[in-house]
């Protein structure tokens, strides 16, 4: 065998431009609920809010669309923040006791967050002992000094200093040490003890130069640093937290012993040995510490004394709660994460006289939470995002794109009947600060998420907040063991502490069965199917009043009575039975039951011919709902899958077995590579006649990755992993007809015919008749490597448009008259085959050029930033090494490659999710969602903007390089980002389009995605997502990692090479 190579043309300019007109690579905006909070902050004046989390992420809220996120350059805790009111500025201390100012900076209209400066507190005095300042410790609190730009800082070493703002550095001469404070004190107090760490500090509501100073060991000081003298003095127990009332003339702490104190400030004593009023809230048994106090006044009369902890300690120190107490009113909210801070939202203005406290914030470790303090009851006001979507576990996800307006409305009015809000109720979002500035979408797109405990929930994905709109819960239709137990525990709760539970984050599943595993939703009839871990597959349909009806229950057995194989995994949920009801939503019509009961692995829907089709490990099955009938039981196991019958929990064997496979293919390639030695010498004689035969300026094609092929009775070899309806031309090339398609695990495609009834002319039901369906092709790919996908071209090479679209003018009418072609898509390589033939057309093979494996895939349309009316259709597809690739459809030349998640997070590569339009998600941690774009038209990002007061050098660069927000994440890909401006300043329209900005003719034709029916589905717990070559990923050295990476951008240039043998 020879080898030779020749010229190729090098890349095309007129392409190259219009790649950049099509493609580009941005991380815009983190959905969801950040991980791992530490810290929370609010600014009054200007209505935003700040969180900080543990991995040094900033990121400010305002109202809904106004976002902005910052990163600290060393990953530590940030542990408190302050905002400079009115500013735009926040000050951020983390856990090394370092200072940092952020501020919120405009450029060209648009704001974002940038940090200006730091400050490292020095921890030890200099060498010589002498000029060295005195030895700081850790910070423990920071006061900003209402009116004026100074922040005290309280330490551990109970000394307190004074810092400005502006530049971050020490003001000399105004430490205060604590010996100036024992000075003042009775000298039976000091005894030879310290005071011990500053734990509060606290400014004086009318005069600044005072300041309220409590030490740990409970002694509290009100200083005056004009004076530079001590004011009052309190003496207490060991010391949380302290509060000033609204007159300053009343003190409030919380203690160690779970009881707080109010002291009056105009006492003539001095000090003062004893507070006015000391209660224990939850005696008289010991109580946890009282963590945190607010007292805010009203002008109705009383007050609002709200705390976090003070629980009994034997009966509910477990729990996590926060007490809200008015006259005789005492509410213990119980929350079931842990409680990171809270605040409230009053009047701050200082002619004002009472509080009156609006609304209180509570920040807990998996979720916001706020209350309406205004309206009786004080209920949660519903949040516009920061929504956890993680209240219980995310299983799957998909994304529906351009949903018509109807059903959008007819899915909030669903969800808003689940919480109606109090009639009473005037309070919306207090964090309304600052302005969106992104156009409206015009039209409208669905994240559907499903969860551990059997529910689905539907997200507004159209803008930069993802927003709650409707929650499906399929555990009312099975029978749980829990039931019981649950009506047990509510009858043994008392009526005291008055508890009352708060907040969604529940992350206890009735039980693992109900798990949703894949999703698909129609969204020109408001159909849709939800398949889970037991094997049930559900068919809903959308209803706008509740009603009361029995479910049909239908069982498949995917077996088809094998011998040899017995289930060993879970049992299969068990229905109620009679009428059940259904609230208003989607309500379940039939119920399909594979048997064995194993985890769906693939589903999809096709409305207009009212089937479904779903795979498990075992076989798939084809189901018609109108009849409620099924159509087709295949089963897909070979002789050797004895692991697919032991379900989930065998992972342990799986993996063992898997090893010992790939041991056994080293082995082999070693004796095979042996073999081949002899004939190294003649094969690098060939190799310098071919460098001898070629130009030296020609860059070489990267010669080829042997892939070894996989064992017929590999583990698992039965699974279906994709199912797709198409109709095309499968029995001859003159007539078209209704086909379903589905993909194995050890690379088996099936191609079904189907007869389906005609639907009559002007209607959209079909005749009661029985489907029949009949195999028509069986494919079988060489490497066997899993099929991820399939997707039918038309005679222009684009992809078929949904149900229903063709059909409503929708989209453009498919080209039935020319040759279709079936694009199939393994985790190795692309290939296209000519229909009816199925021979082979083009290819592409991923694994041997790029060395990676292919994870998710998707069709997707890409408009022109240039010309509104150019867009191609395209394929993406995302590797095992967290790279995402964009190949022409059907030529499958590569386009573009970038790096988007480290190939290290298999869950976050395992969850990548792609749209229609070029965007995807994918979640950085089990609580937030990262979206990106690979369109240069359709990108959804922050444009916002603030109006601060702080005066500030506006003149800026008229192109800056700024670093990109979302650095904030651990997950991404850091890189610098230069703005994109127009000539007139103003943002850059390409930046300020919605998702789903109107699409040239060809995005008409609605490119599905062919994962699922709707968008590309993701499935993070099911048998055999996380395989051994995952790990292998995961294990292997970055040389070997670097090596494999290839450049598309330099393929372009690269030699063909031809073997002539």
């Known amino acids: 065998m020879m080898k030779f190579r020749f010229r190729r043309q090098g890349a095309d300019p007129q392409r190259e431009k219009l790649k950049q007109e099509l493609f580009a690579f941005n991380k815009t905006v983190e959905h969801g609920f950040p991980n791992q909070p530490s810290a929370l902050a609010f600014d009054p004046e200007l209505r935003i809010m700040a969180i900080g989390t543990r991995s040094g992420a900033v990121k400010i809220y305002g109202a809904p669309g106004v976002e902005f996120t910052g990163l600290h350059r060393d990953a530590a805790t940030v542990t408190q923040m302050h905002f400079l009111t009115g500013q735009g500025r926040l000050l951020s201390l983390l856990d090394d006791s370092s200072l940092h100012l952020w501020e919120i900076v405009h450029h060209n209209g648009c704001a974002h967050l940038e940090e200006a400066l730091s400050f490292q507190l020095p921890s030890r005095p200099g060498f010589d002992g002498a000029s060295a300042p005195l030895s700081l410790t850790r910070v423990t609190v920071v006061l900003l000094v209402a009116a004026s730009d100074i922040a005290a800082l309280g330490t551990e070493g109970s000394s307190v200093f004074f810092l400005d703002v502006t530049t971050l550095t020490l003001l000399e001469g105004q430490t205060l040490a604590p010996g100036e404070v024992l000075r003042s004190v009775p000298d039976d107090y000091r005894c030879g003890k310290a005071l011990g760490p500053v734990e509060s500090l606290q ?24 004076s530079q003298c001590v004011d009052h003095i309190f003496l207490g127990n060991q010391l949380e937290s302290l509060c000033w009332g609204r007159d300053s003339s009343t003190v409030v702490s919380s203690h160690s012993d779970g009881s707080y104190a109010v002291w009056s400030v105009d006492a003539g004593s001095f000090p003062t040995l004893q507070p006015t009023v000391a209660t224990t809230p939850y005696g008289p048994f010991p109580c946890k510490a009282i963590n945190k106090i607010l007292w805010r006044n009203c002008e109705s009369g009383g007050h609002f004394i709200i705390f976090s902890g003070g629980m009994p300690r034997a009966s509910y120190g477990d729990r996590h709660c926060v007490s809200v107490l008015r006259a005789e009113t005492l509410v213990t909210l119980d929350f079931t994460s842990r409680i990171i801070d809270f605040f409230t939202v009053h009047s701050t203005r200082p002619e004002d006289e009472f509080d009156d406290p609006q609304a209180l914030a509570v920040l807990l470790e998996e979720e916001l939470v706020v209350l309406d303090l205004q309206t009786p009851g004080w209920p949660a006001v519903p949040a516009p995002y920061l929504a956890p979507l993680h209240s219980s576990a995310i299983t799957c996800s998909a994304h529906v794109a351009s949903v018509p307006a109807k059903l959008w409305a007819r899915i909030v009015s669903a969800g808003e009947q689940q919480s109606p809000q109090p009639v009473s109720s005037a309070l919306s979002w207090p964090i309304t600060g600052g302005r969106n500035l992104a156009q409206e979408p015009s039209q409208r797109g669905l994240l559907l998420t499903g969860h551990e405990d ?5 997200w507004d994905a159209s803008g930069v907040a993802l927003r709650p709109l409707y929650k499906l819960s399929t555990a009312g239709l099975f029978q749980t063991d829990c039931e019981h137990a649950d009506s047990l525990a509510q009858a043994a709760e008392d009526d005291w502490p008055p508890f009352r539970k708060v907040g969604c984050f529940d992350p206890y599943s009735d039980d693992p069965r109900l798990g949703v595993q894949k999703v698909a939703l129609c969204k020109y009839t408001a159909q849709m199917v939800v398949a889970g871990t037991a094997g049930q597959v559900l068919v809903l349909e959308l209803s706008d009043v509740p009603v009361e009806q029995a479910v049909s229950v239908a069982i498949i057995d995917l077996l088809q009575d094998r011998e040899g194989f017995t289930w060993k995994g879970h049992e299969r949920l068990s229905p109620r039975t009679g009428p059940l009801p259904w609230p208003a939503g989607f309500q379940p019509r039939v119920l399909v039951q594979c048997l064995p009961p194993a985890a769906v692995t693939a589903v999809t829907l096709h409305t207009e011919w009212s089937l479904v089709a779903f795979g498990t490990s075992h076989g798939f099955g084809l189901f018609d709902y109108q009849r409620k009938s099924p159509v087709l039981a295949r089963c897909t196991l070979h002789p050797n899958d004895s692991l697919a019958m032991e379900g989930p929990l065998s992972r342990v064997k799986s993996l063992k077995k898997s090893l010992r496979q790939s041991f056994r293919r080293i082995r082999k390639s070693r004796v095979s590579g042996k073999k081949r030695a002899a004939n190294a010498s003649s094969k690098e004689a060939n190799a310098q006649l071919a460098e001898q035969a070629c130009p030296h300026d020609v860059e070489m094609t990267p010669v080829q990755r042997r892939i070894e092929p996989r064992s017929a009775d590999d583990s698992l070899s039965g699974v279906v992993r994709c199912l797709y309806f198409a109709d095309t031309f499968l029995r001859d090339g003159a007539h078209h007809g209704p086909t379903m398609w589905a993909g194995t695990n050890s690379g088996s495609v099936f191609a079904y015919a189907l007869e389906v009834p005609a639907a009559a002319v002007g209607g959209e039901k079909r005749p009661e008749q029985a489907v029949e369906a009949v195999l028509g092709k069986e494919v079988q790919l060489m490497h066997r490597a899993p099929v991820v996908a399939i997707a039918v071209l038309d005679g222009r090479g684009r992809p078929l448009p949904e149900p229903y679209e063709a059909s409503r003018d929708l989209a453009q009418a498919p080209d039935m008259q020319g040759g279709h072609a079936v694009l199939i898509a393994s985790e190795e390589q692309f290939k296209v085959f000519t229909l009816p033939k199925v021979s082979a057309k083009t290819k592409f093979k991923l694994t041997a050029h790029e060395g990676c494996r292919v994870r998710k895939v998707a069709l997707a349309t890409f408009a022109s930033v240039a010309c509104e009316d150019y867009a191609e259709t395209c394929l993406a597809c995302l590797t095992n090494l967290g790279d995402v690739h964009v190949f022409s459809v059907p030529g499958l030349r590569p386009q573009v490659h970038y790096s988007c998640i480290r190939k290290e997070d298999i869950s976050g590569i395992a969850s990548c999710v792609f749209t229609r339009h070029g965007q995807g998600f994918y979640l950085i941690s089990p609580s937030e969602f990262e979206r990106f774009s690979l369109s240069a038209r359709n990108i959804t990002e922050p444009l916002c903007s603030l109006d601060i007061n702080w005066p500030r050098d506006a003149t800026q660069a008229s192109y800056r390089i700024r670093e990109s927000p979302k650095l904030s994440q651990a997950n991404g890909t850091p890189s610098i980002l230069l703005a994109p401006q127009s000539l007139d300043g103003s943002p850059d329209p390409a930046h300020s389009m919605g ?31 996380v395989t051994v070559e995952d790990v292998k990923d995961f294990l292997g050295s970055s040389e070997e990692s670097e090596k494999n990476l290839r450049n598309l951008a330099e393929d372009e240039a690269h030699a063909c090479a031809i073997l002539i043998k």
């Open 454 to 458: 059997g529910t689905v929930r539907f």
């Open 203 to 226: 400014g004086h509501l009318r005069d600044p130069t005072k300041i309220l100073i409590g030490y740990s060991r409970g002694l509290l000081v009100i200083w005056n640093q004009a």
């Open 995 to 1025: 998702p789903d900005t109107p699409e040239p003719p060809e995005a008409a034709l609605s490119p599905m995605s062919i994962d699922s029916a709707t968008s590309a589905d993701t499935t993070l717990d099911t048998t055999g997502d």
